[in-house]
Nanobody
Framework: QVQLVESGGGSVQAGGSLRLSCEAS????????MAWFRQAPGKEREFVSVIGGSTYYTSSVRGRFTIFRNDAEKSVYLQMNSLKPEDTAVYYCAAGPTQAAFERPYRYWGQGTQVTVSS
């Protein structure tokens, strides 16, 4: 049974930092592209970043967020710096066979972790 479990969310002030973690079980992490998506209140879920053979970021987080992985630890991380109130959302980890900036290819999803950034 595949499970993705996110952690590391919380409440911070604008300009602060958080590191999200996603721990995977039941799959060989190195065989998957791993992505982060987020969903703000009243909005659709949107792509944030993905790591596979390379890394990609949505433009609004490029230069502030860094995605990295440790396949031996079966974990992927999202380091978020210079946080802004508009980064407030539930952040989801996802695993899929190919890198993509949309949801469909991702087969497995975590339950999400809340990030709240206050001004």
């Amino acid at each position: 049974q595949v499970q993705l479990v996110e952690s590391g969310g919380g409440s911070v002030q604008a300009g602060g930092s958080l590191r999200l973690s996603c721990e995977a079980s039941g799959l060989t992490l190195s065989s998957y592209a791993m992505a982060w998506f987020r969903q703000a209140p009243g909005k659709e879920r949107e792509f944030v970043s993905v790591i596979g053979g390379s890394t990609y970021y949505t433009s609004s987080v490029r230069g502030r967020f860094t995605i990295f992985r440790n396949d031996a630890e079966k974990s992927v991380y999202l380091q978020m710096n210079s946080l802004k109130p508009e980064d407030t959302a539930v952040y989801y980890c996802a695993a899929g066979p190919t890198q993509a900036a949309f949801e469909r290819p991702y087969r497995y999803w975590g339950q999400g972790t809340q990030v709240t950034v206050s001004s």
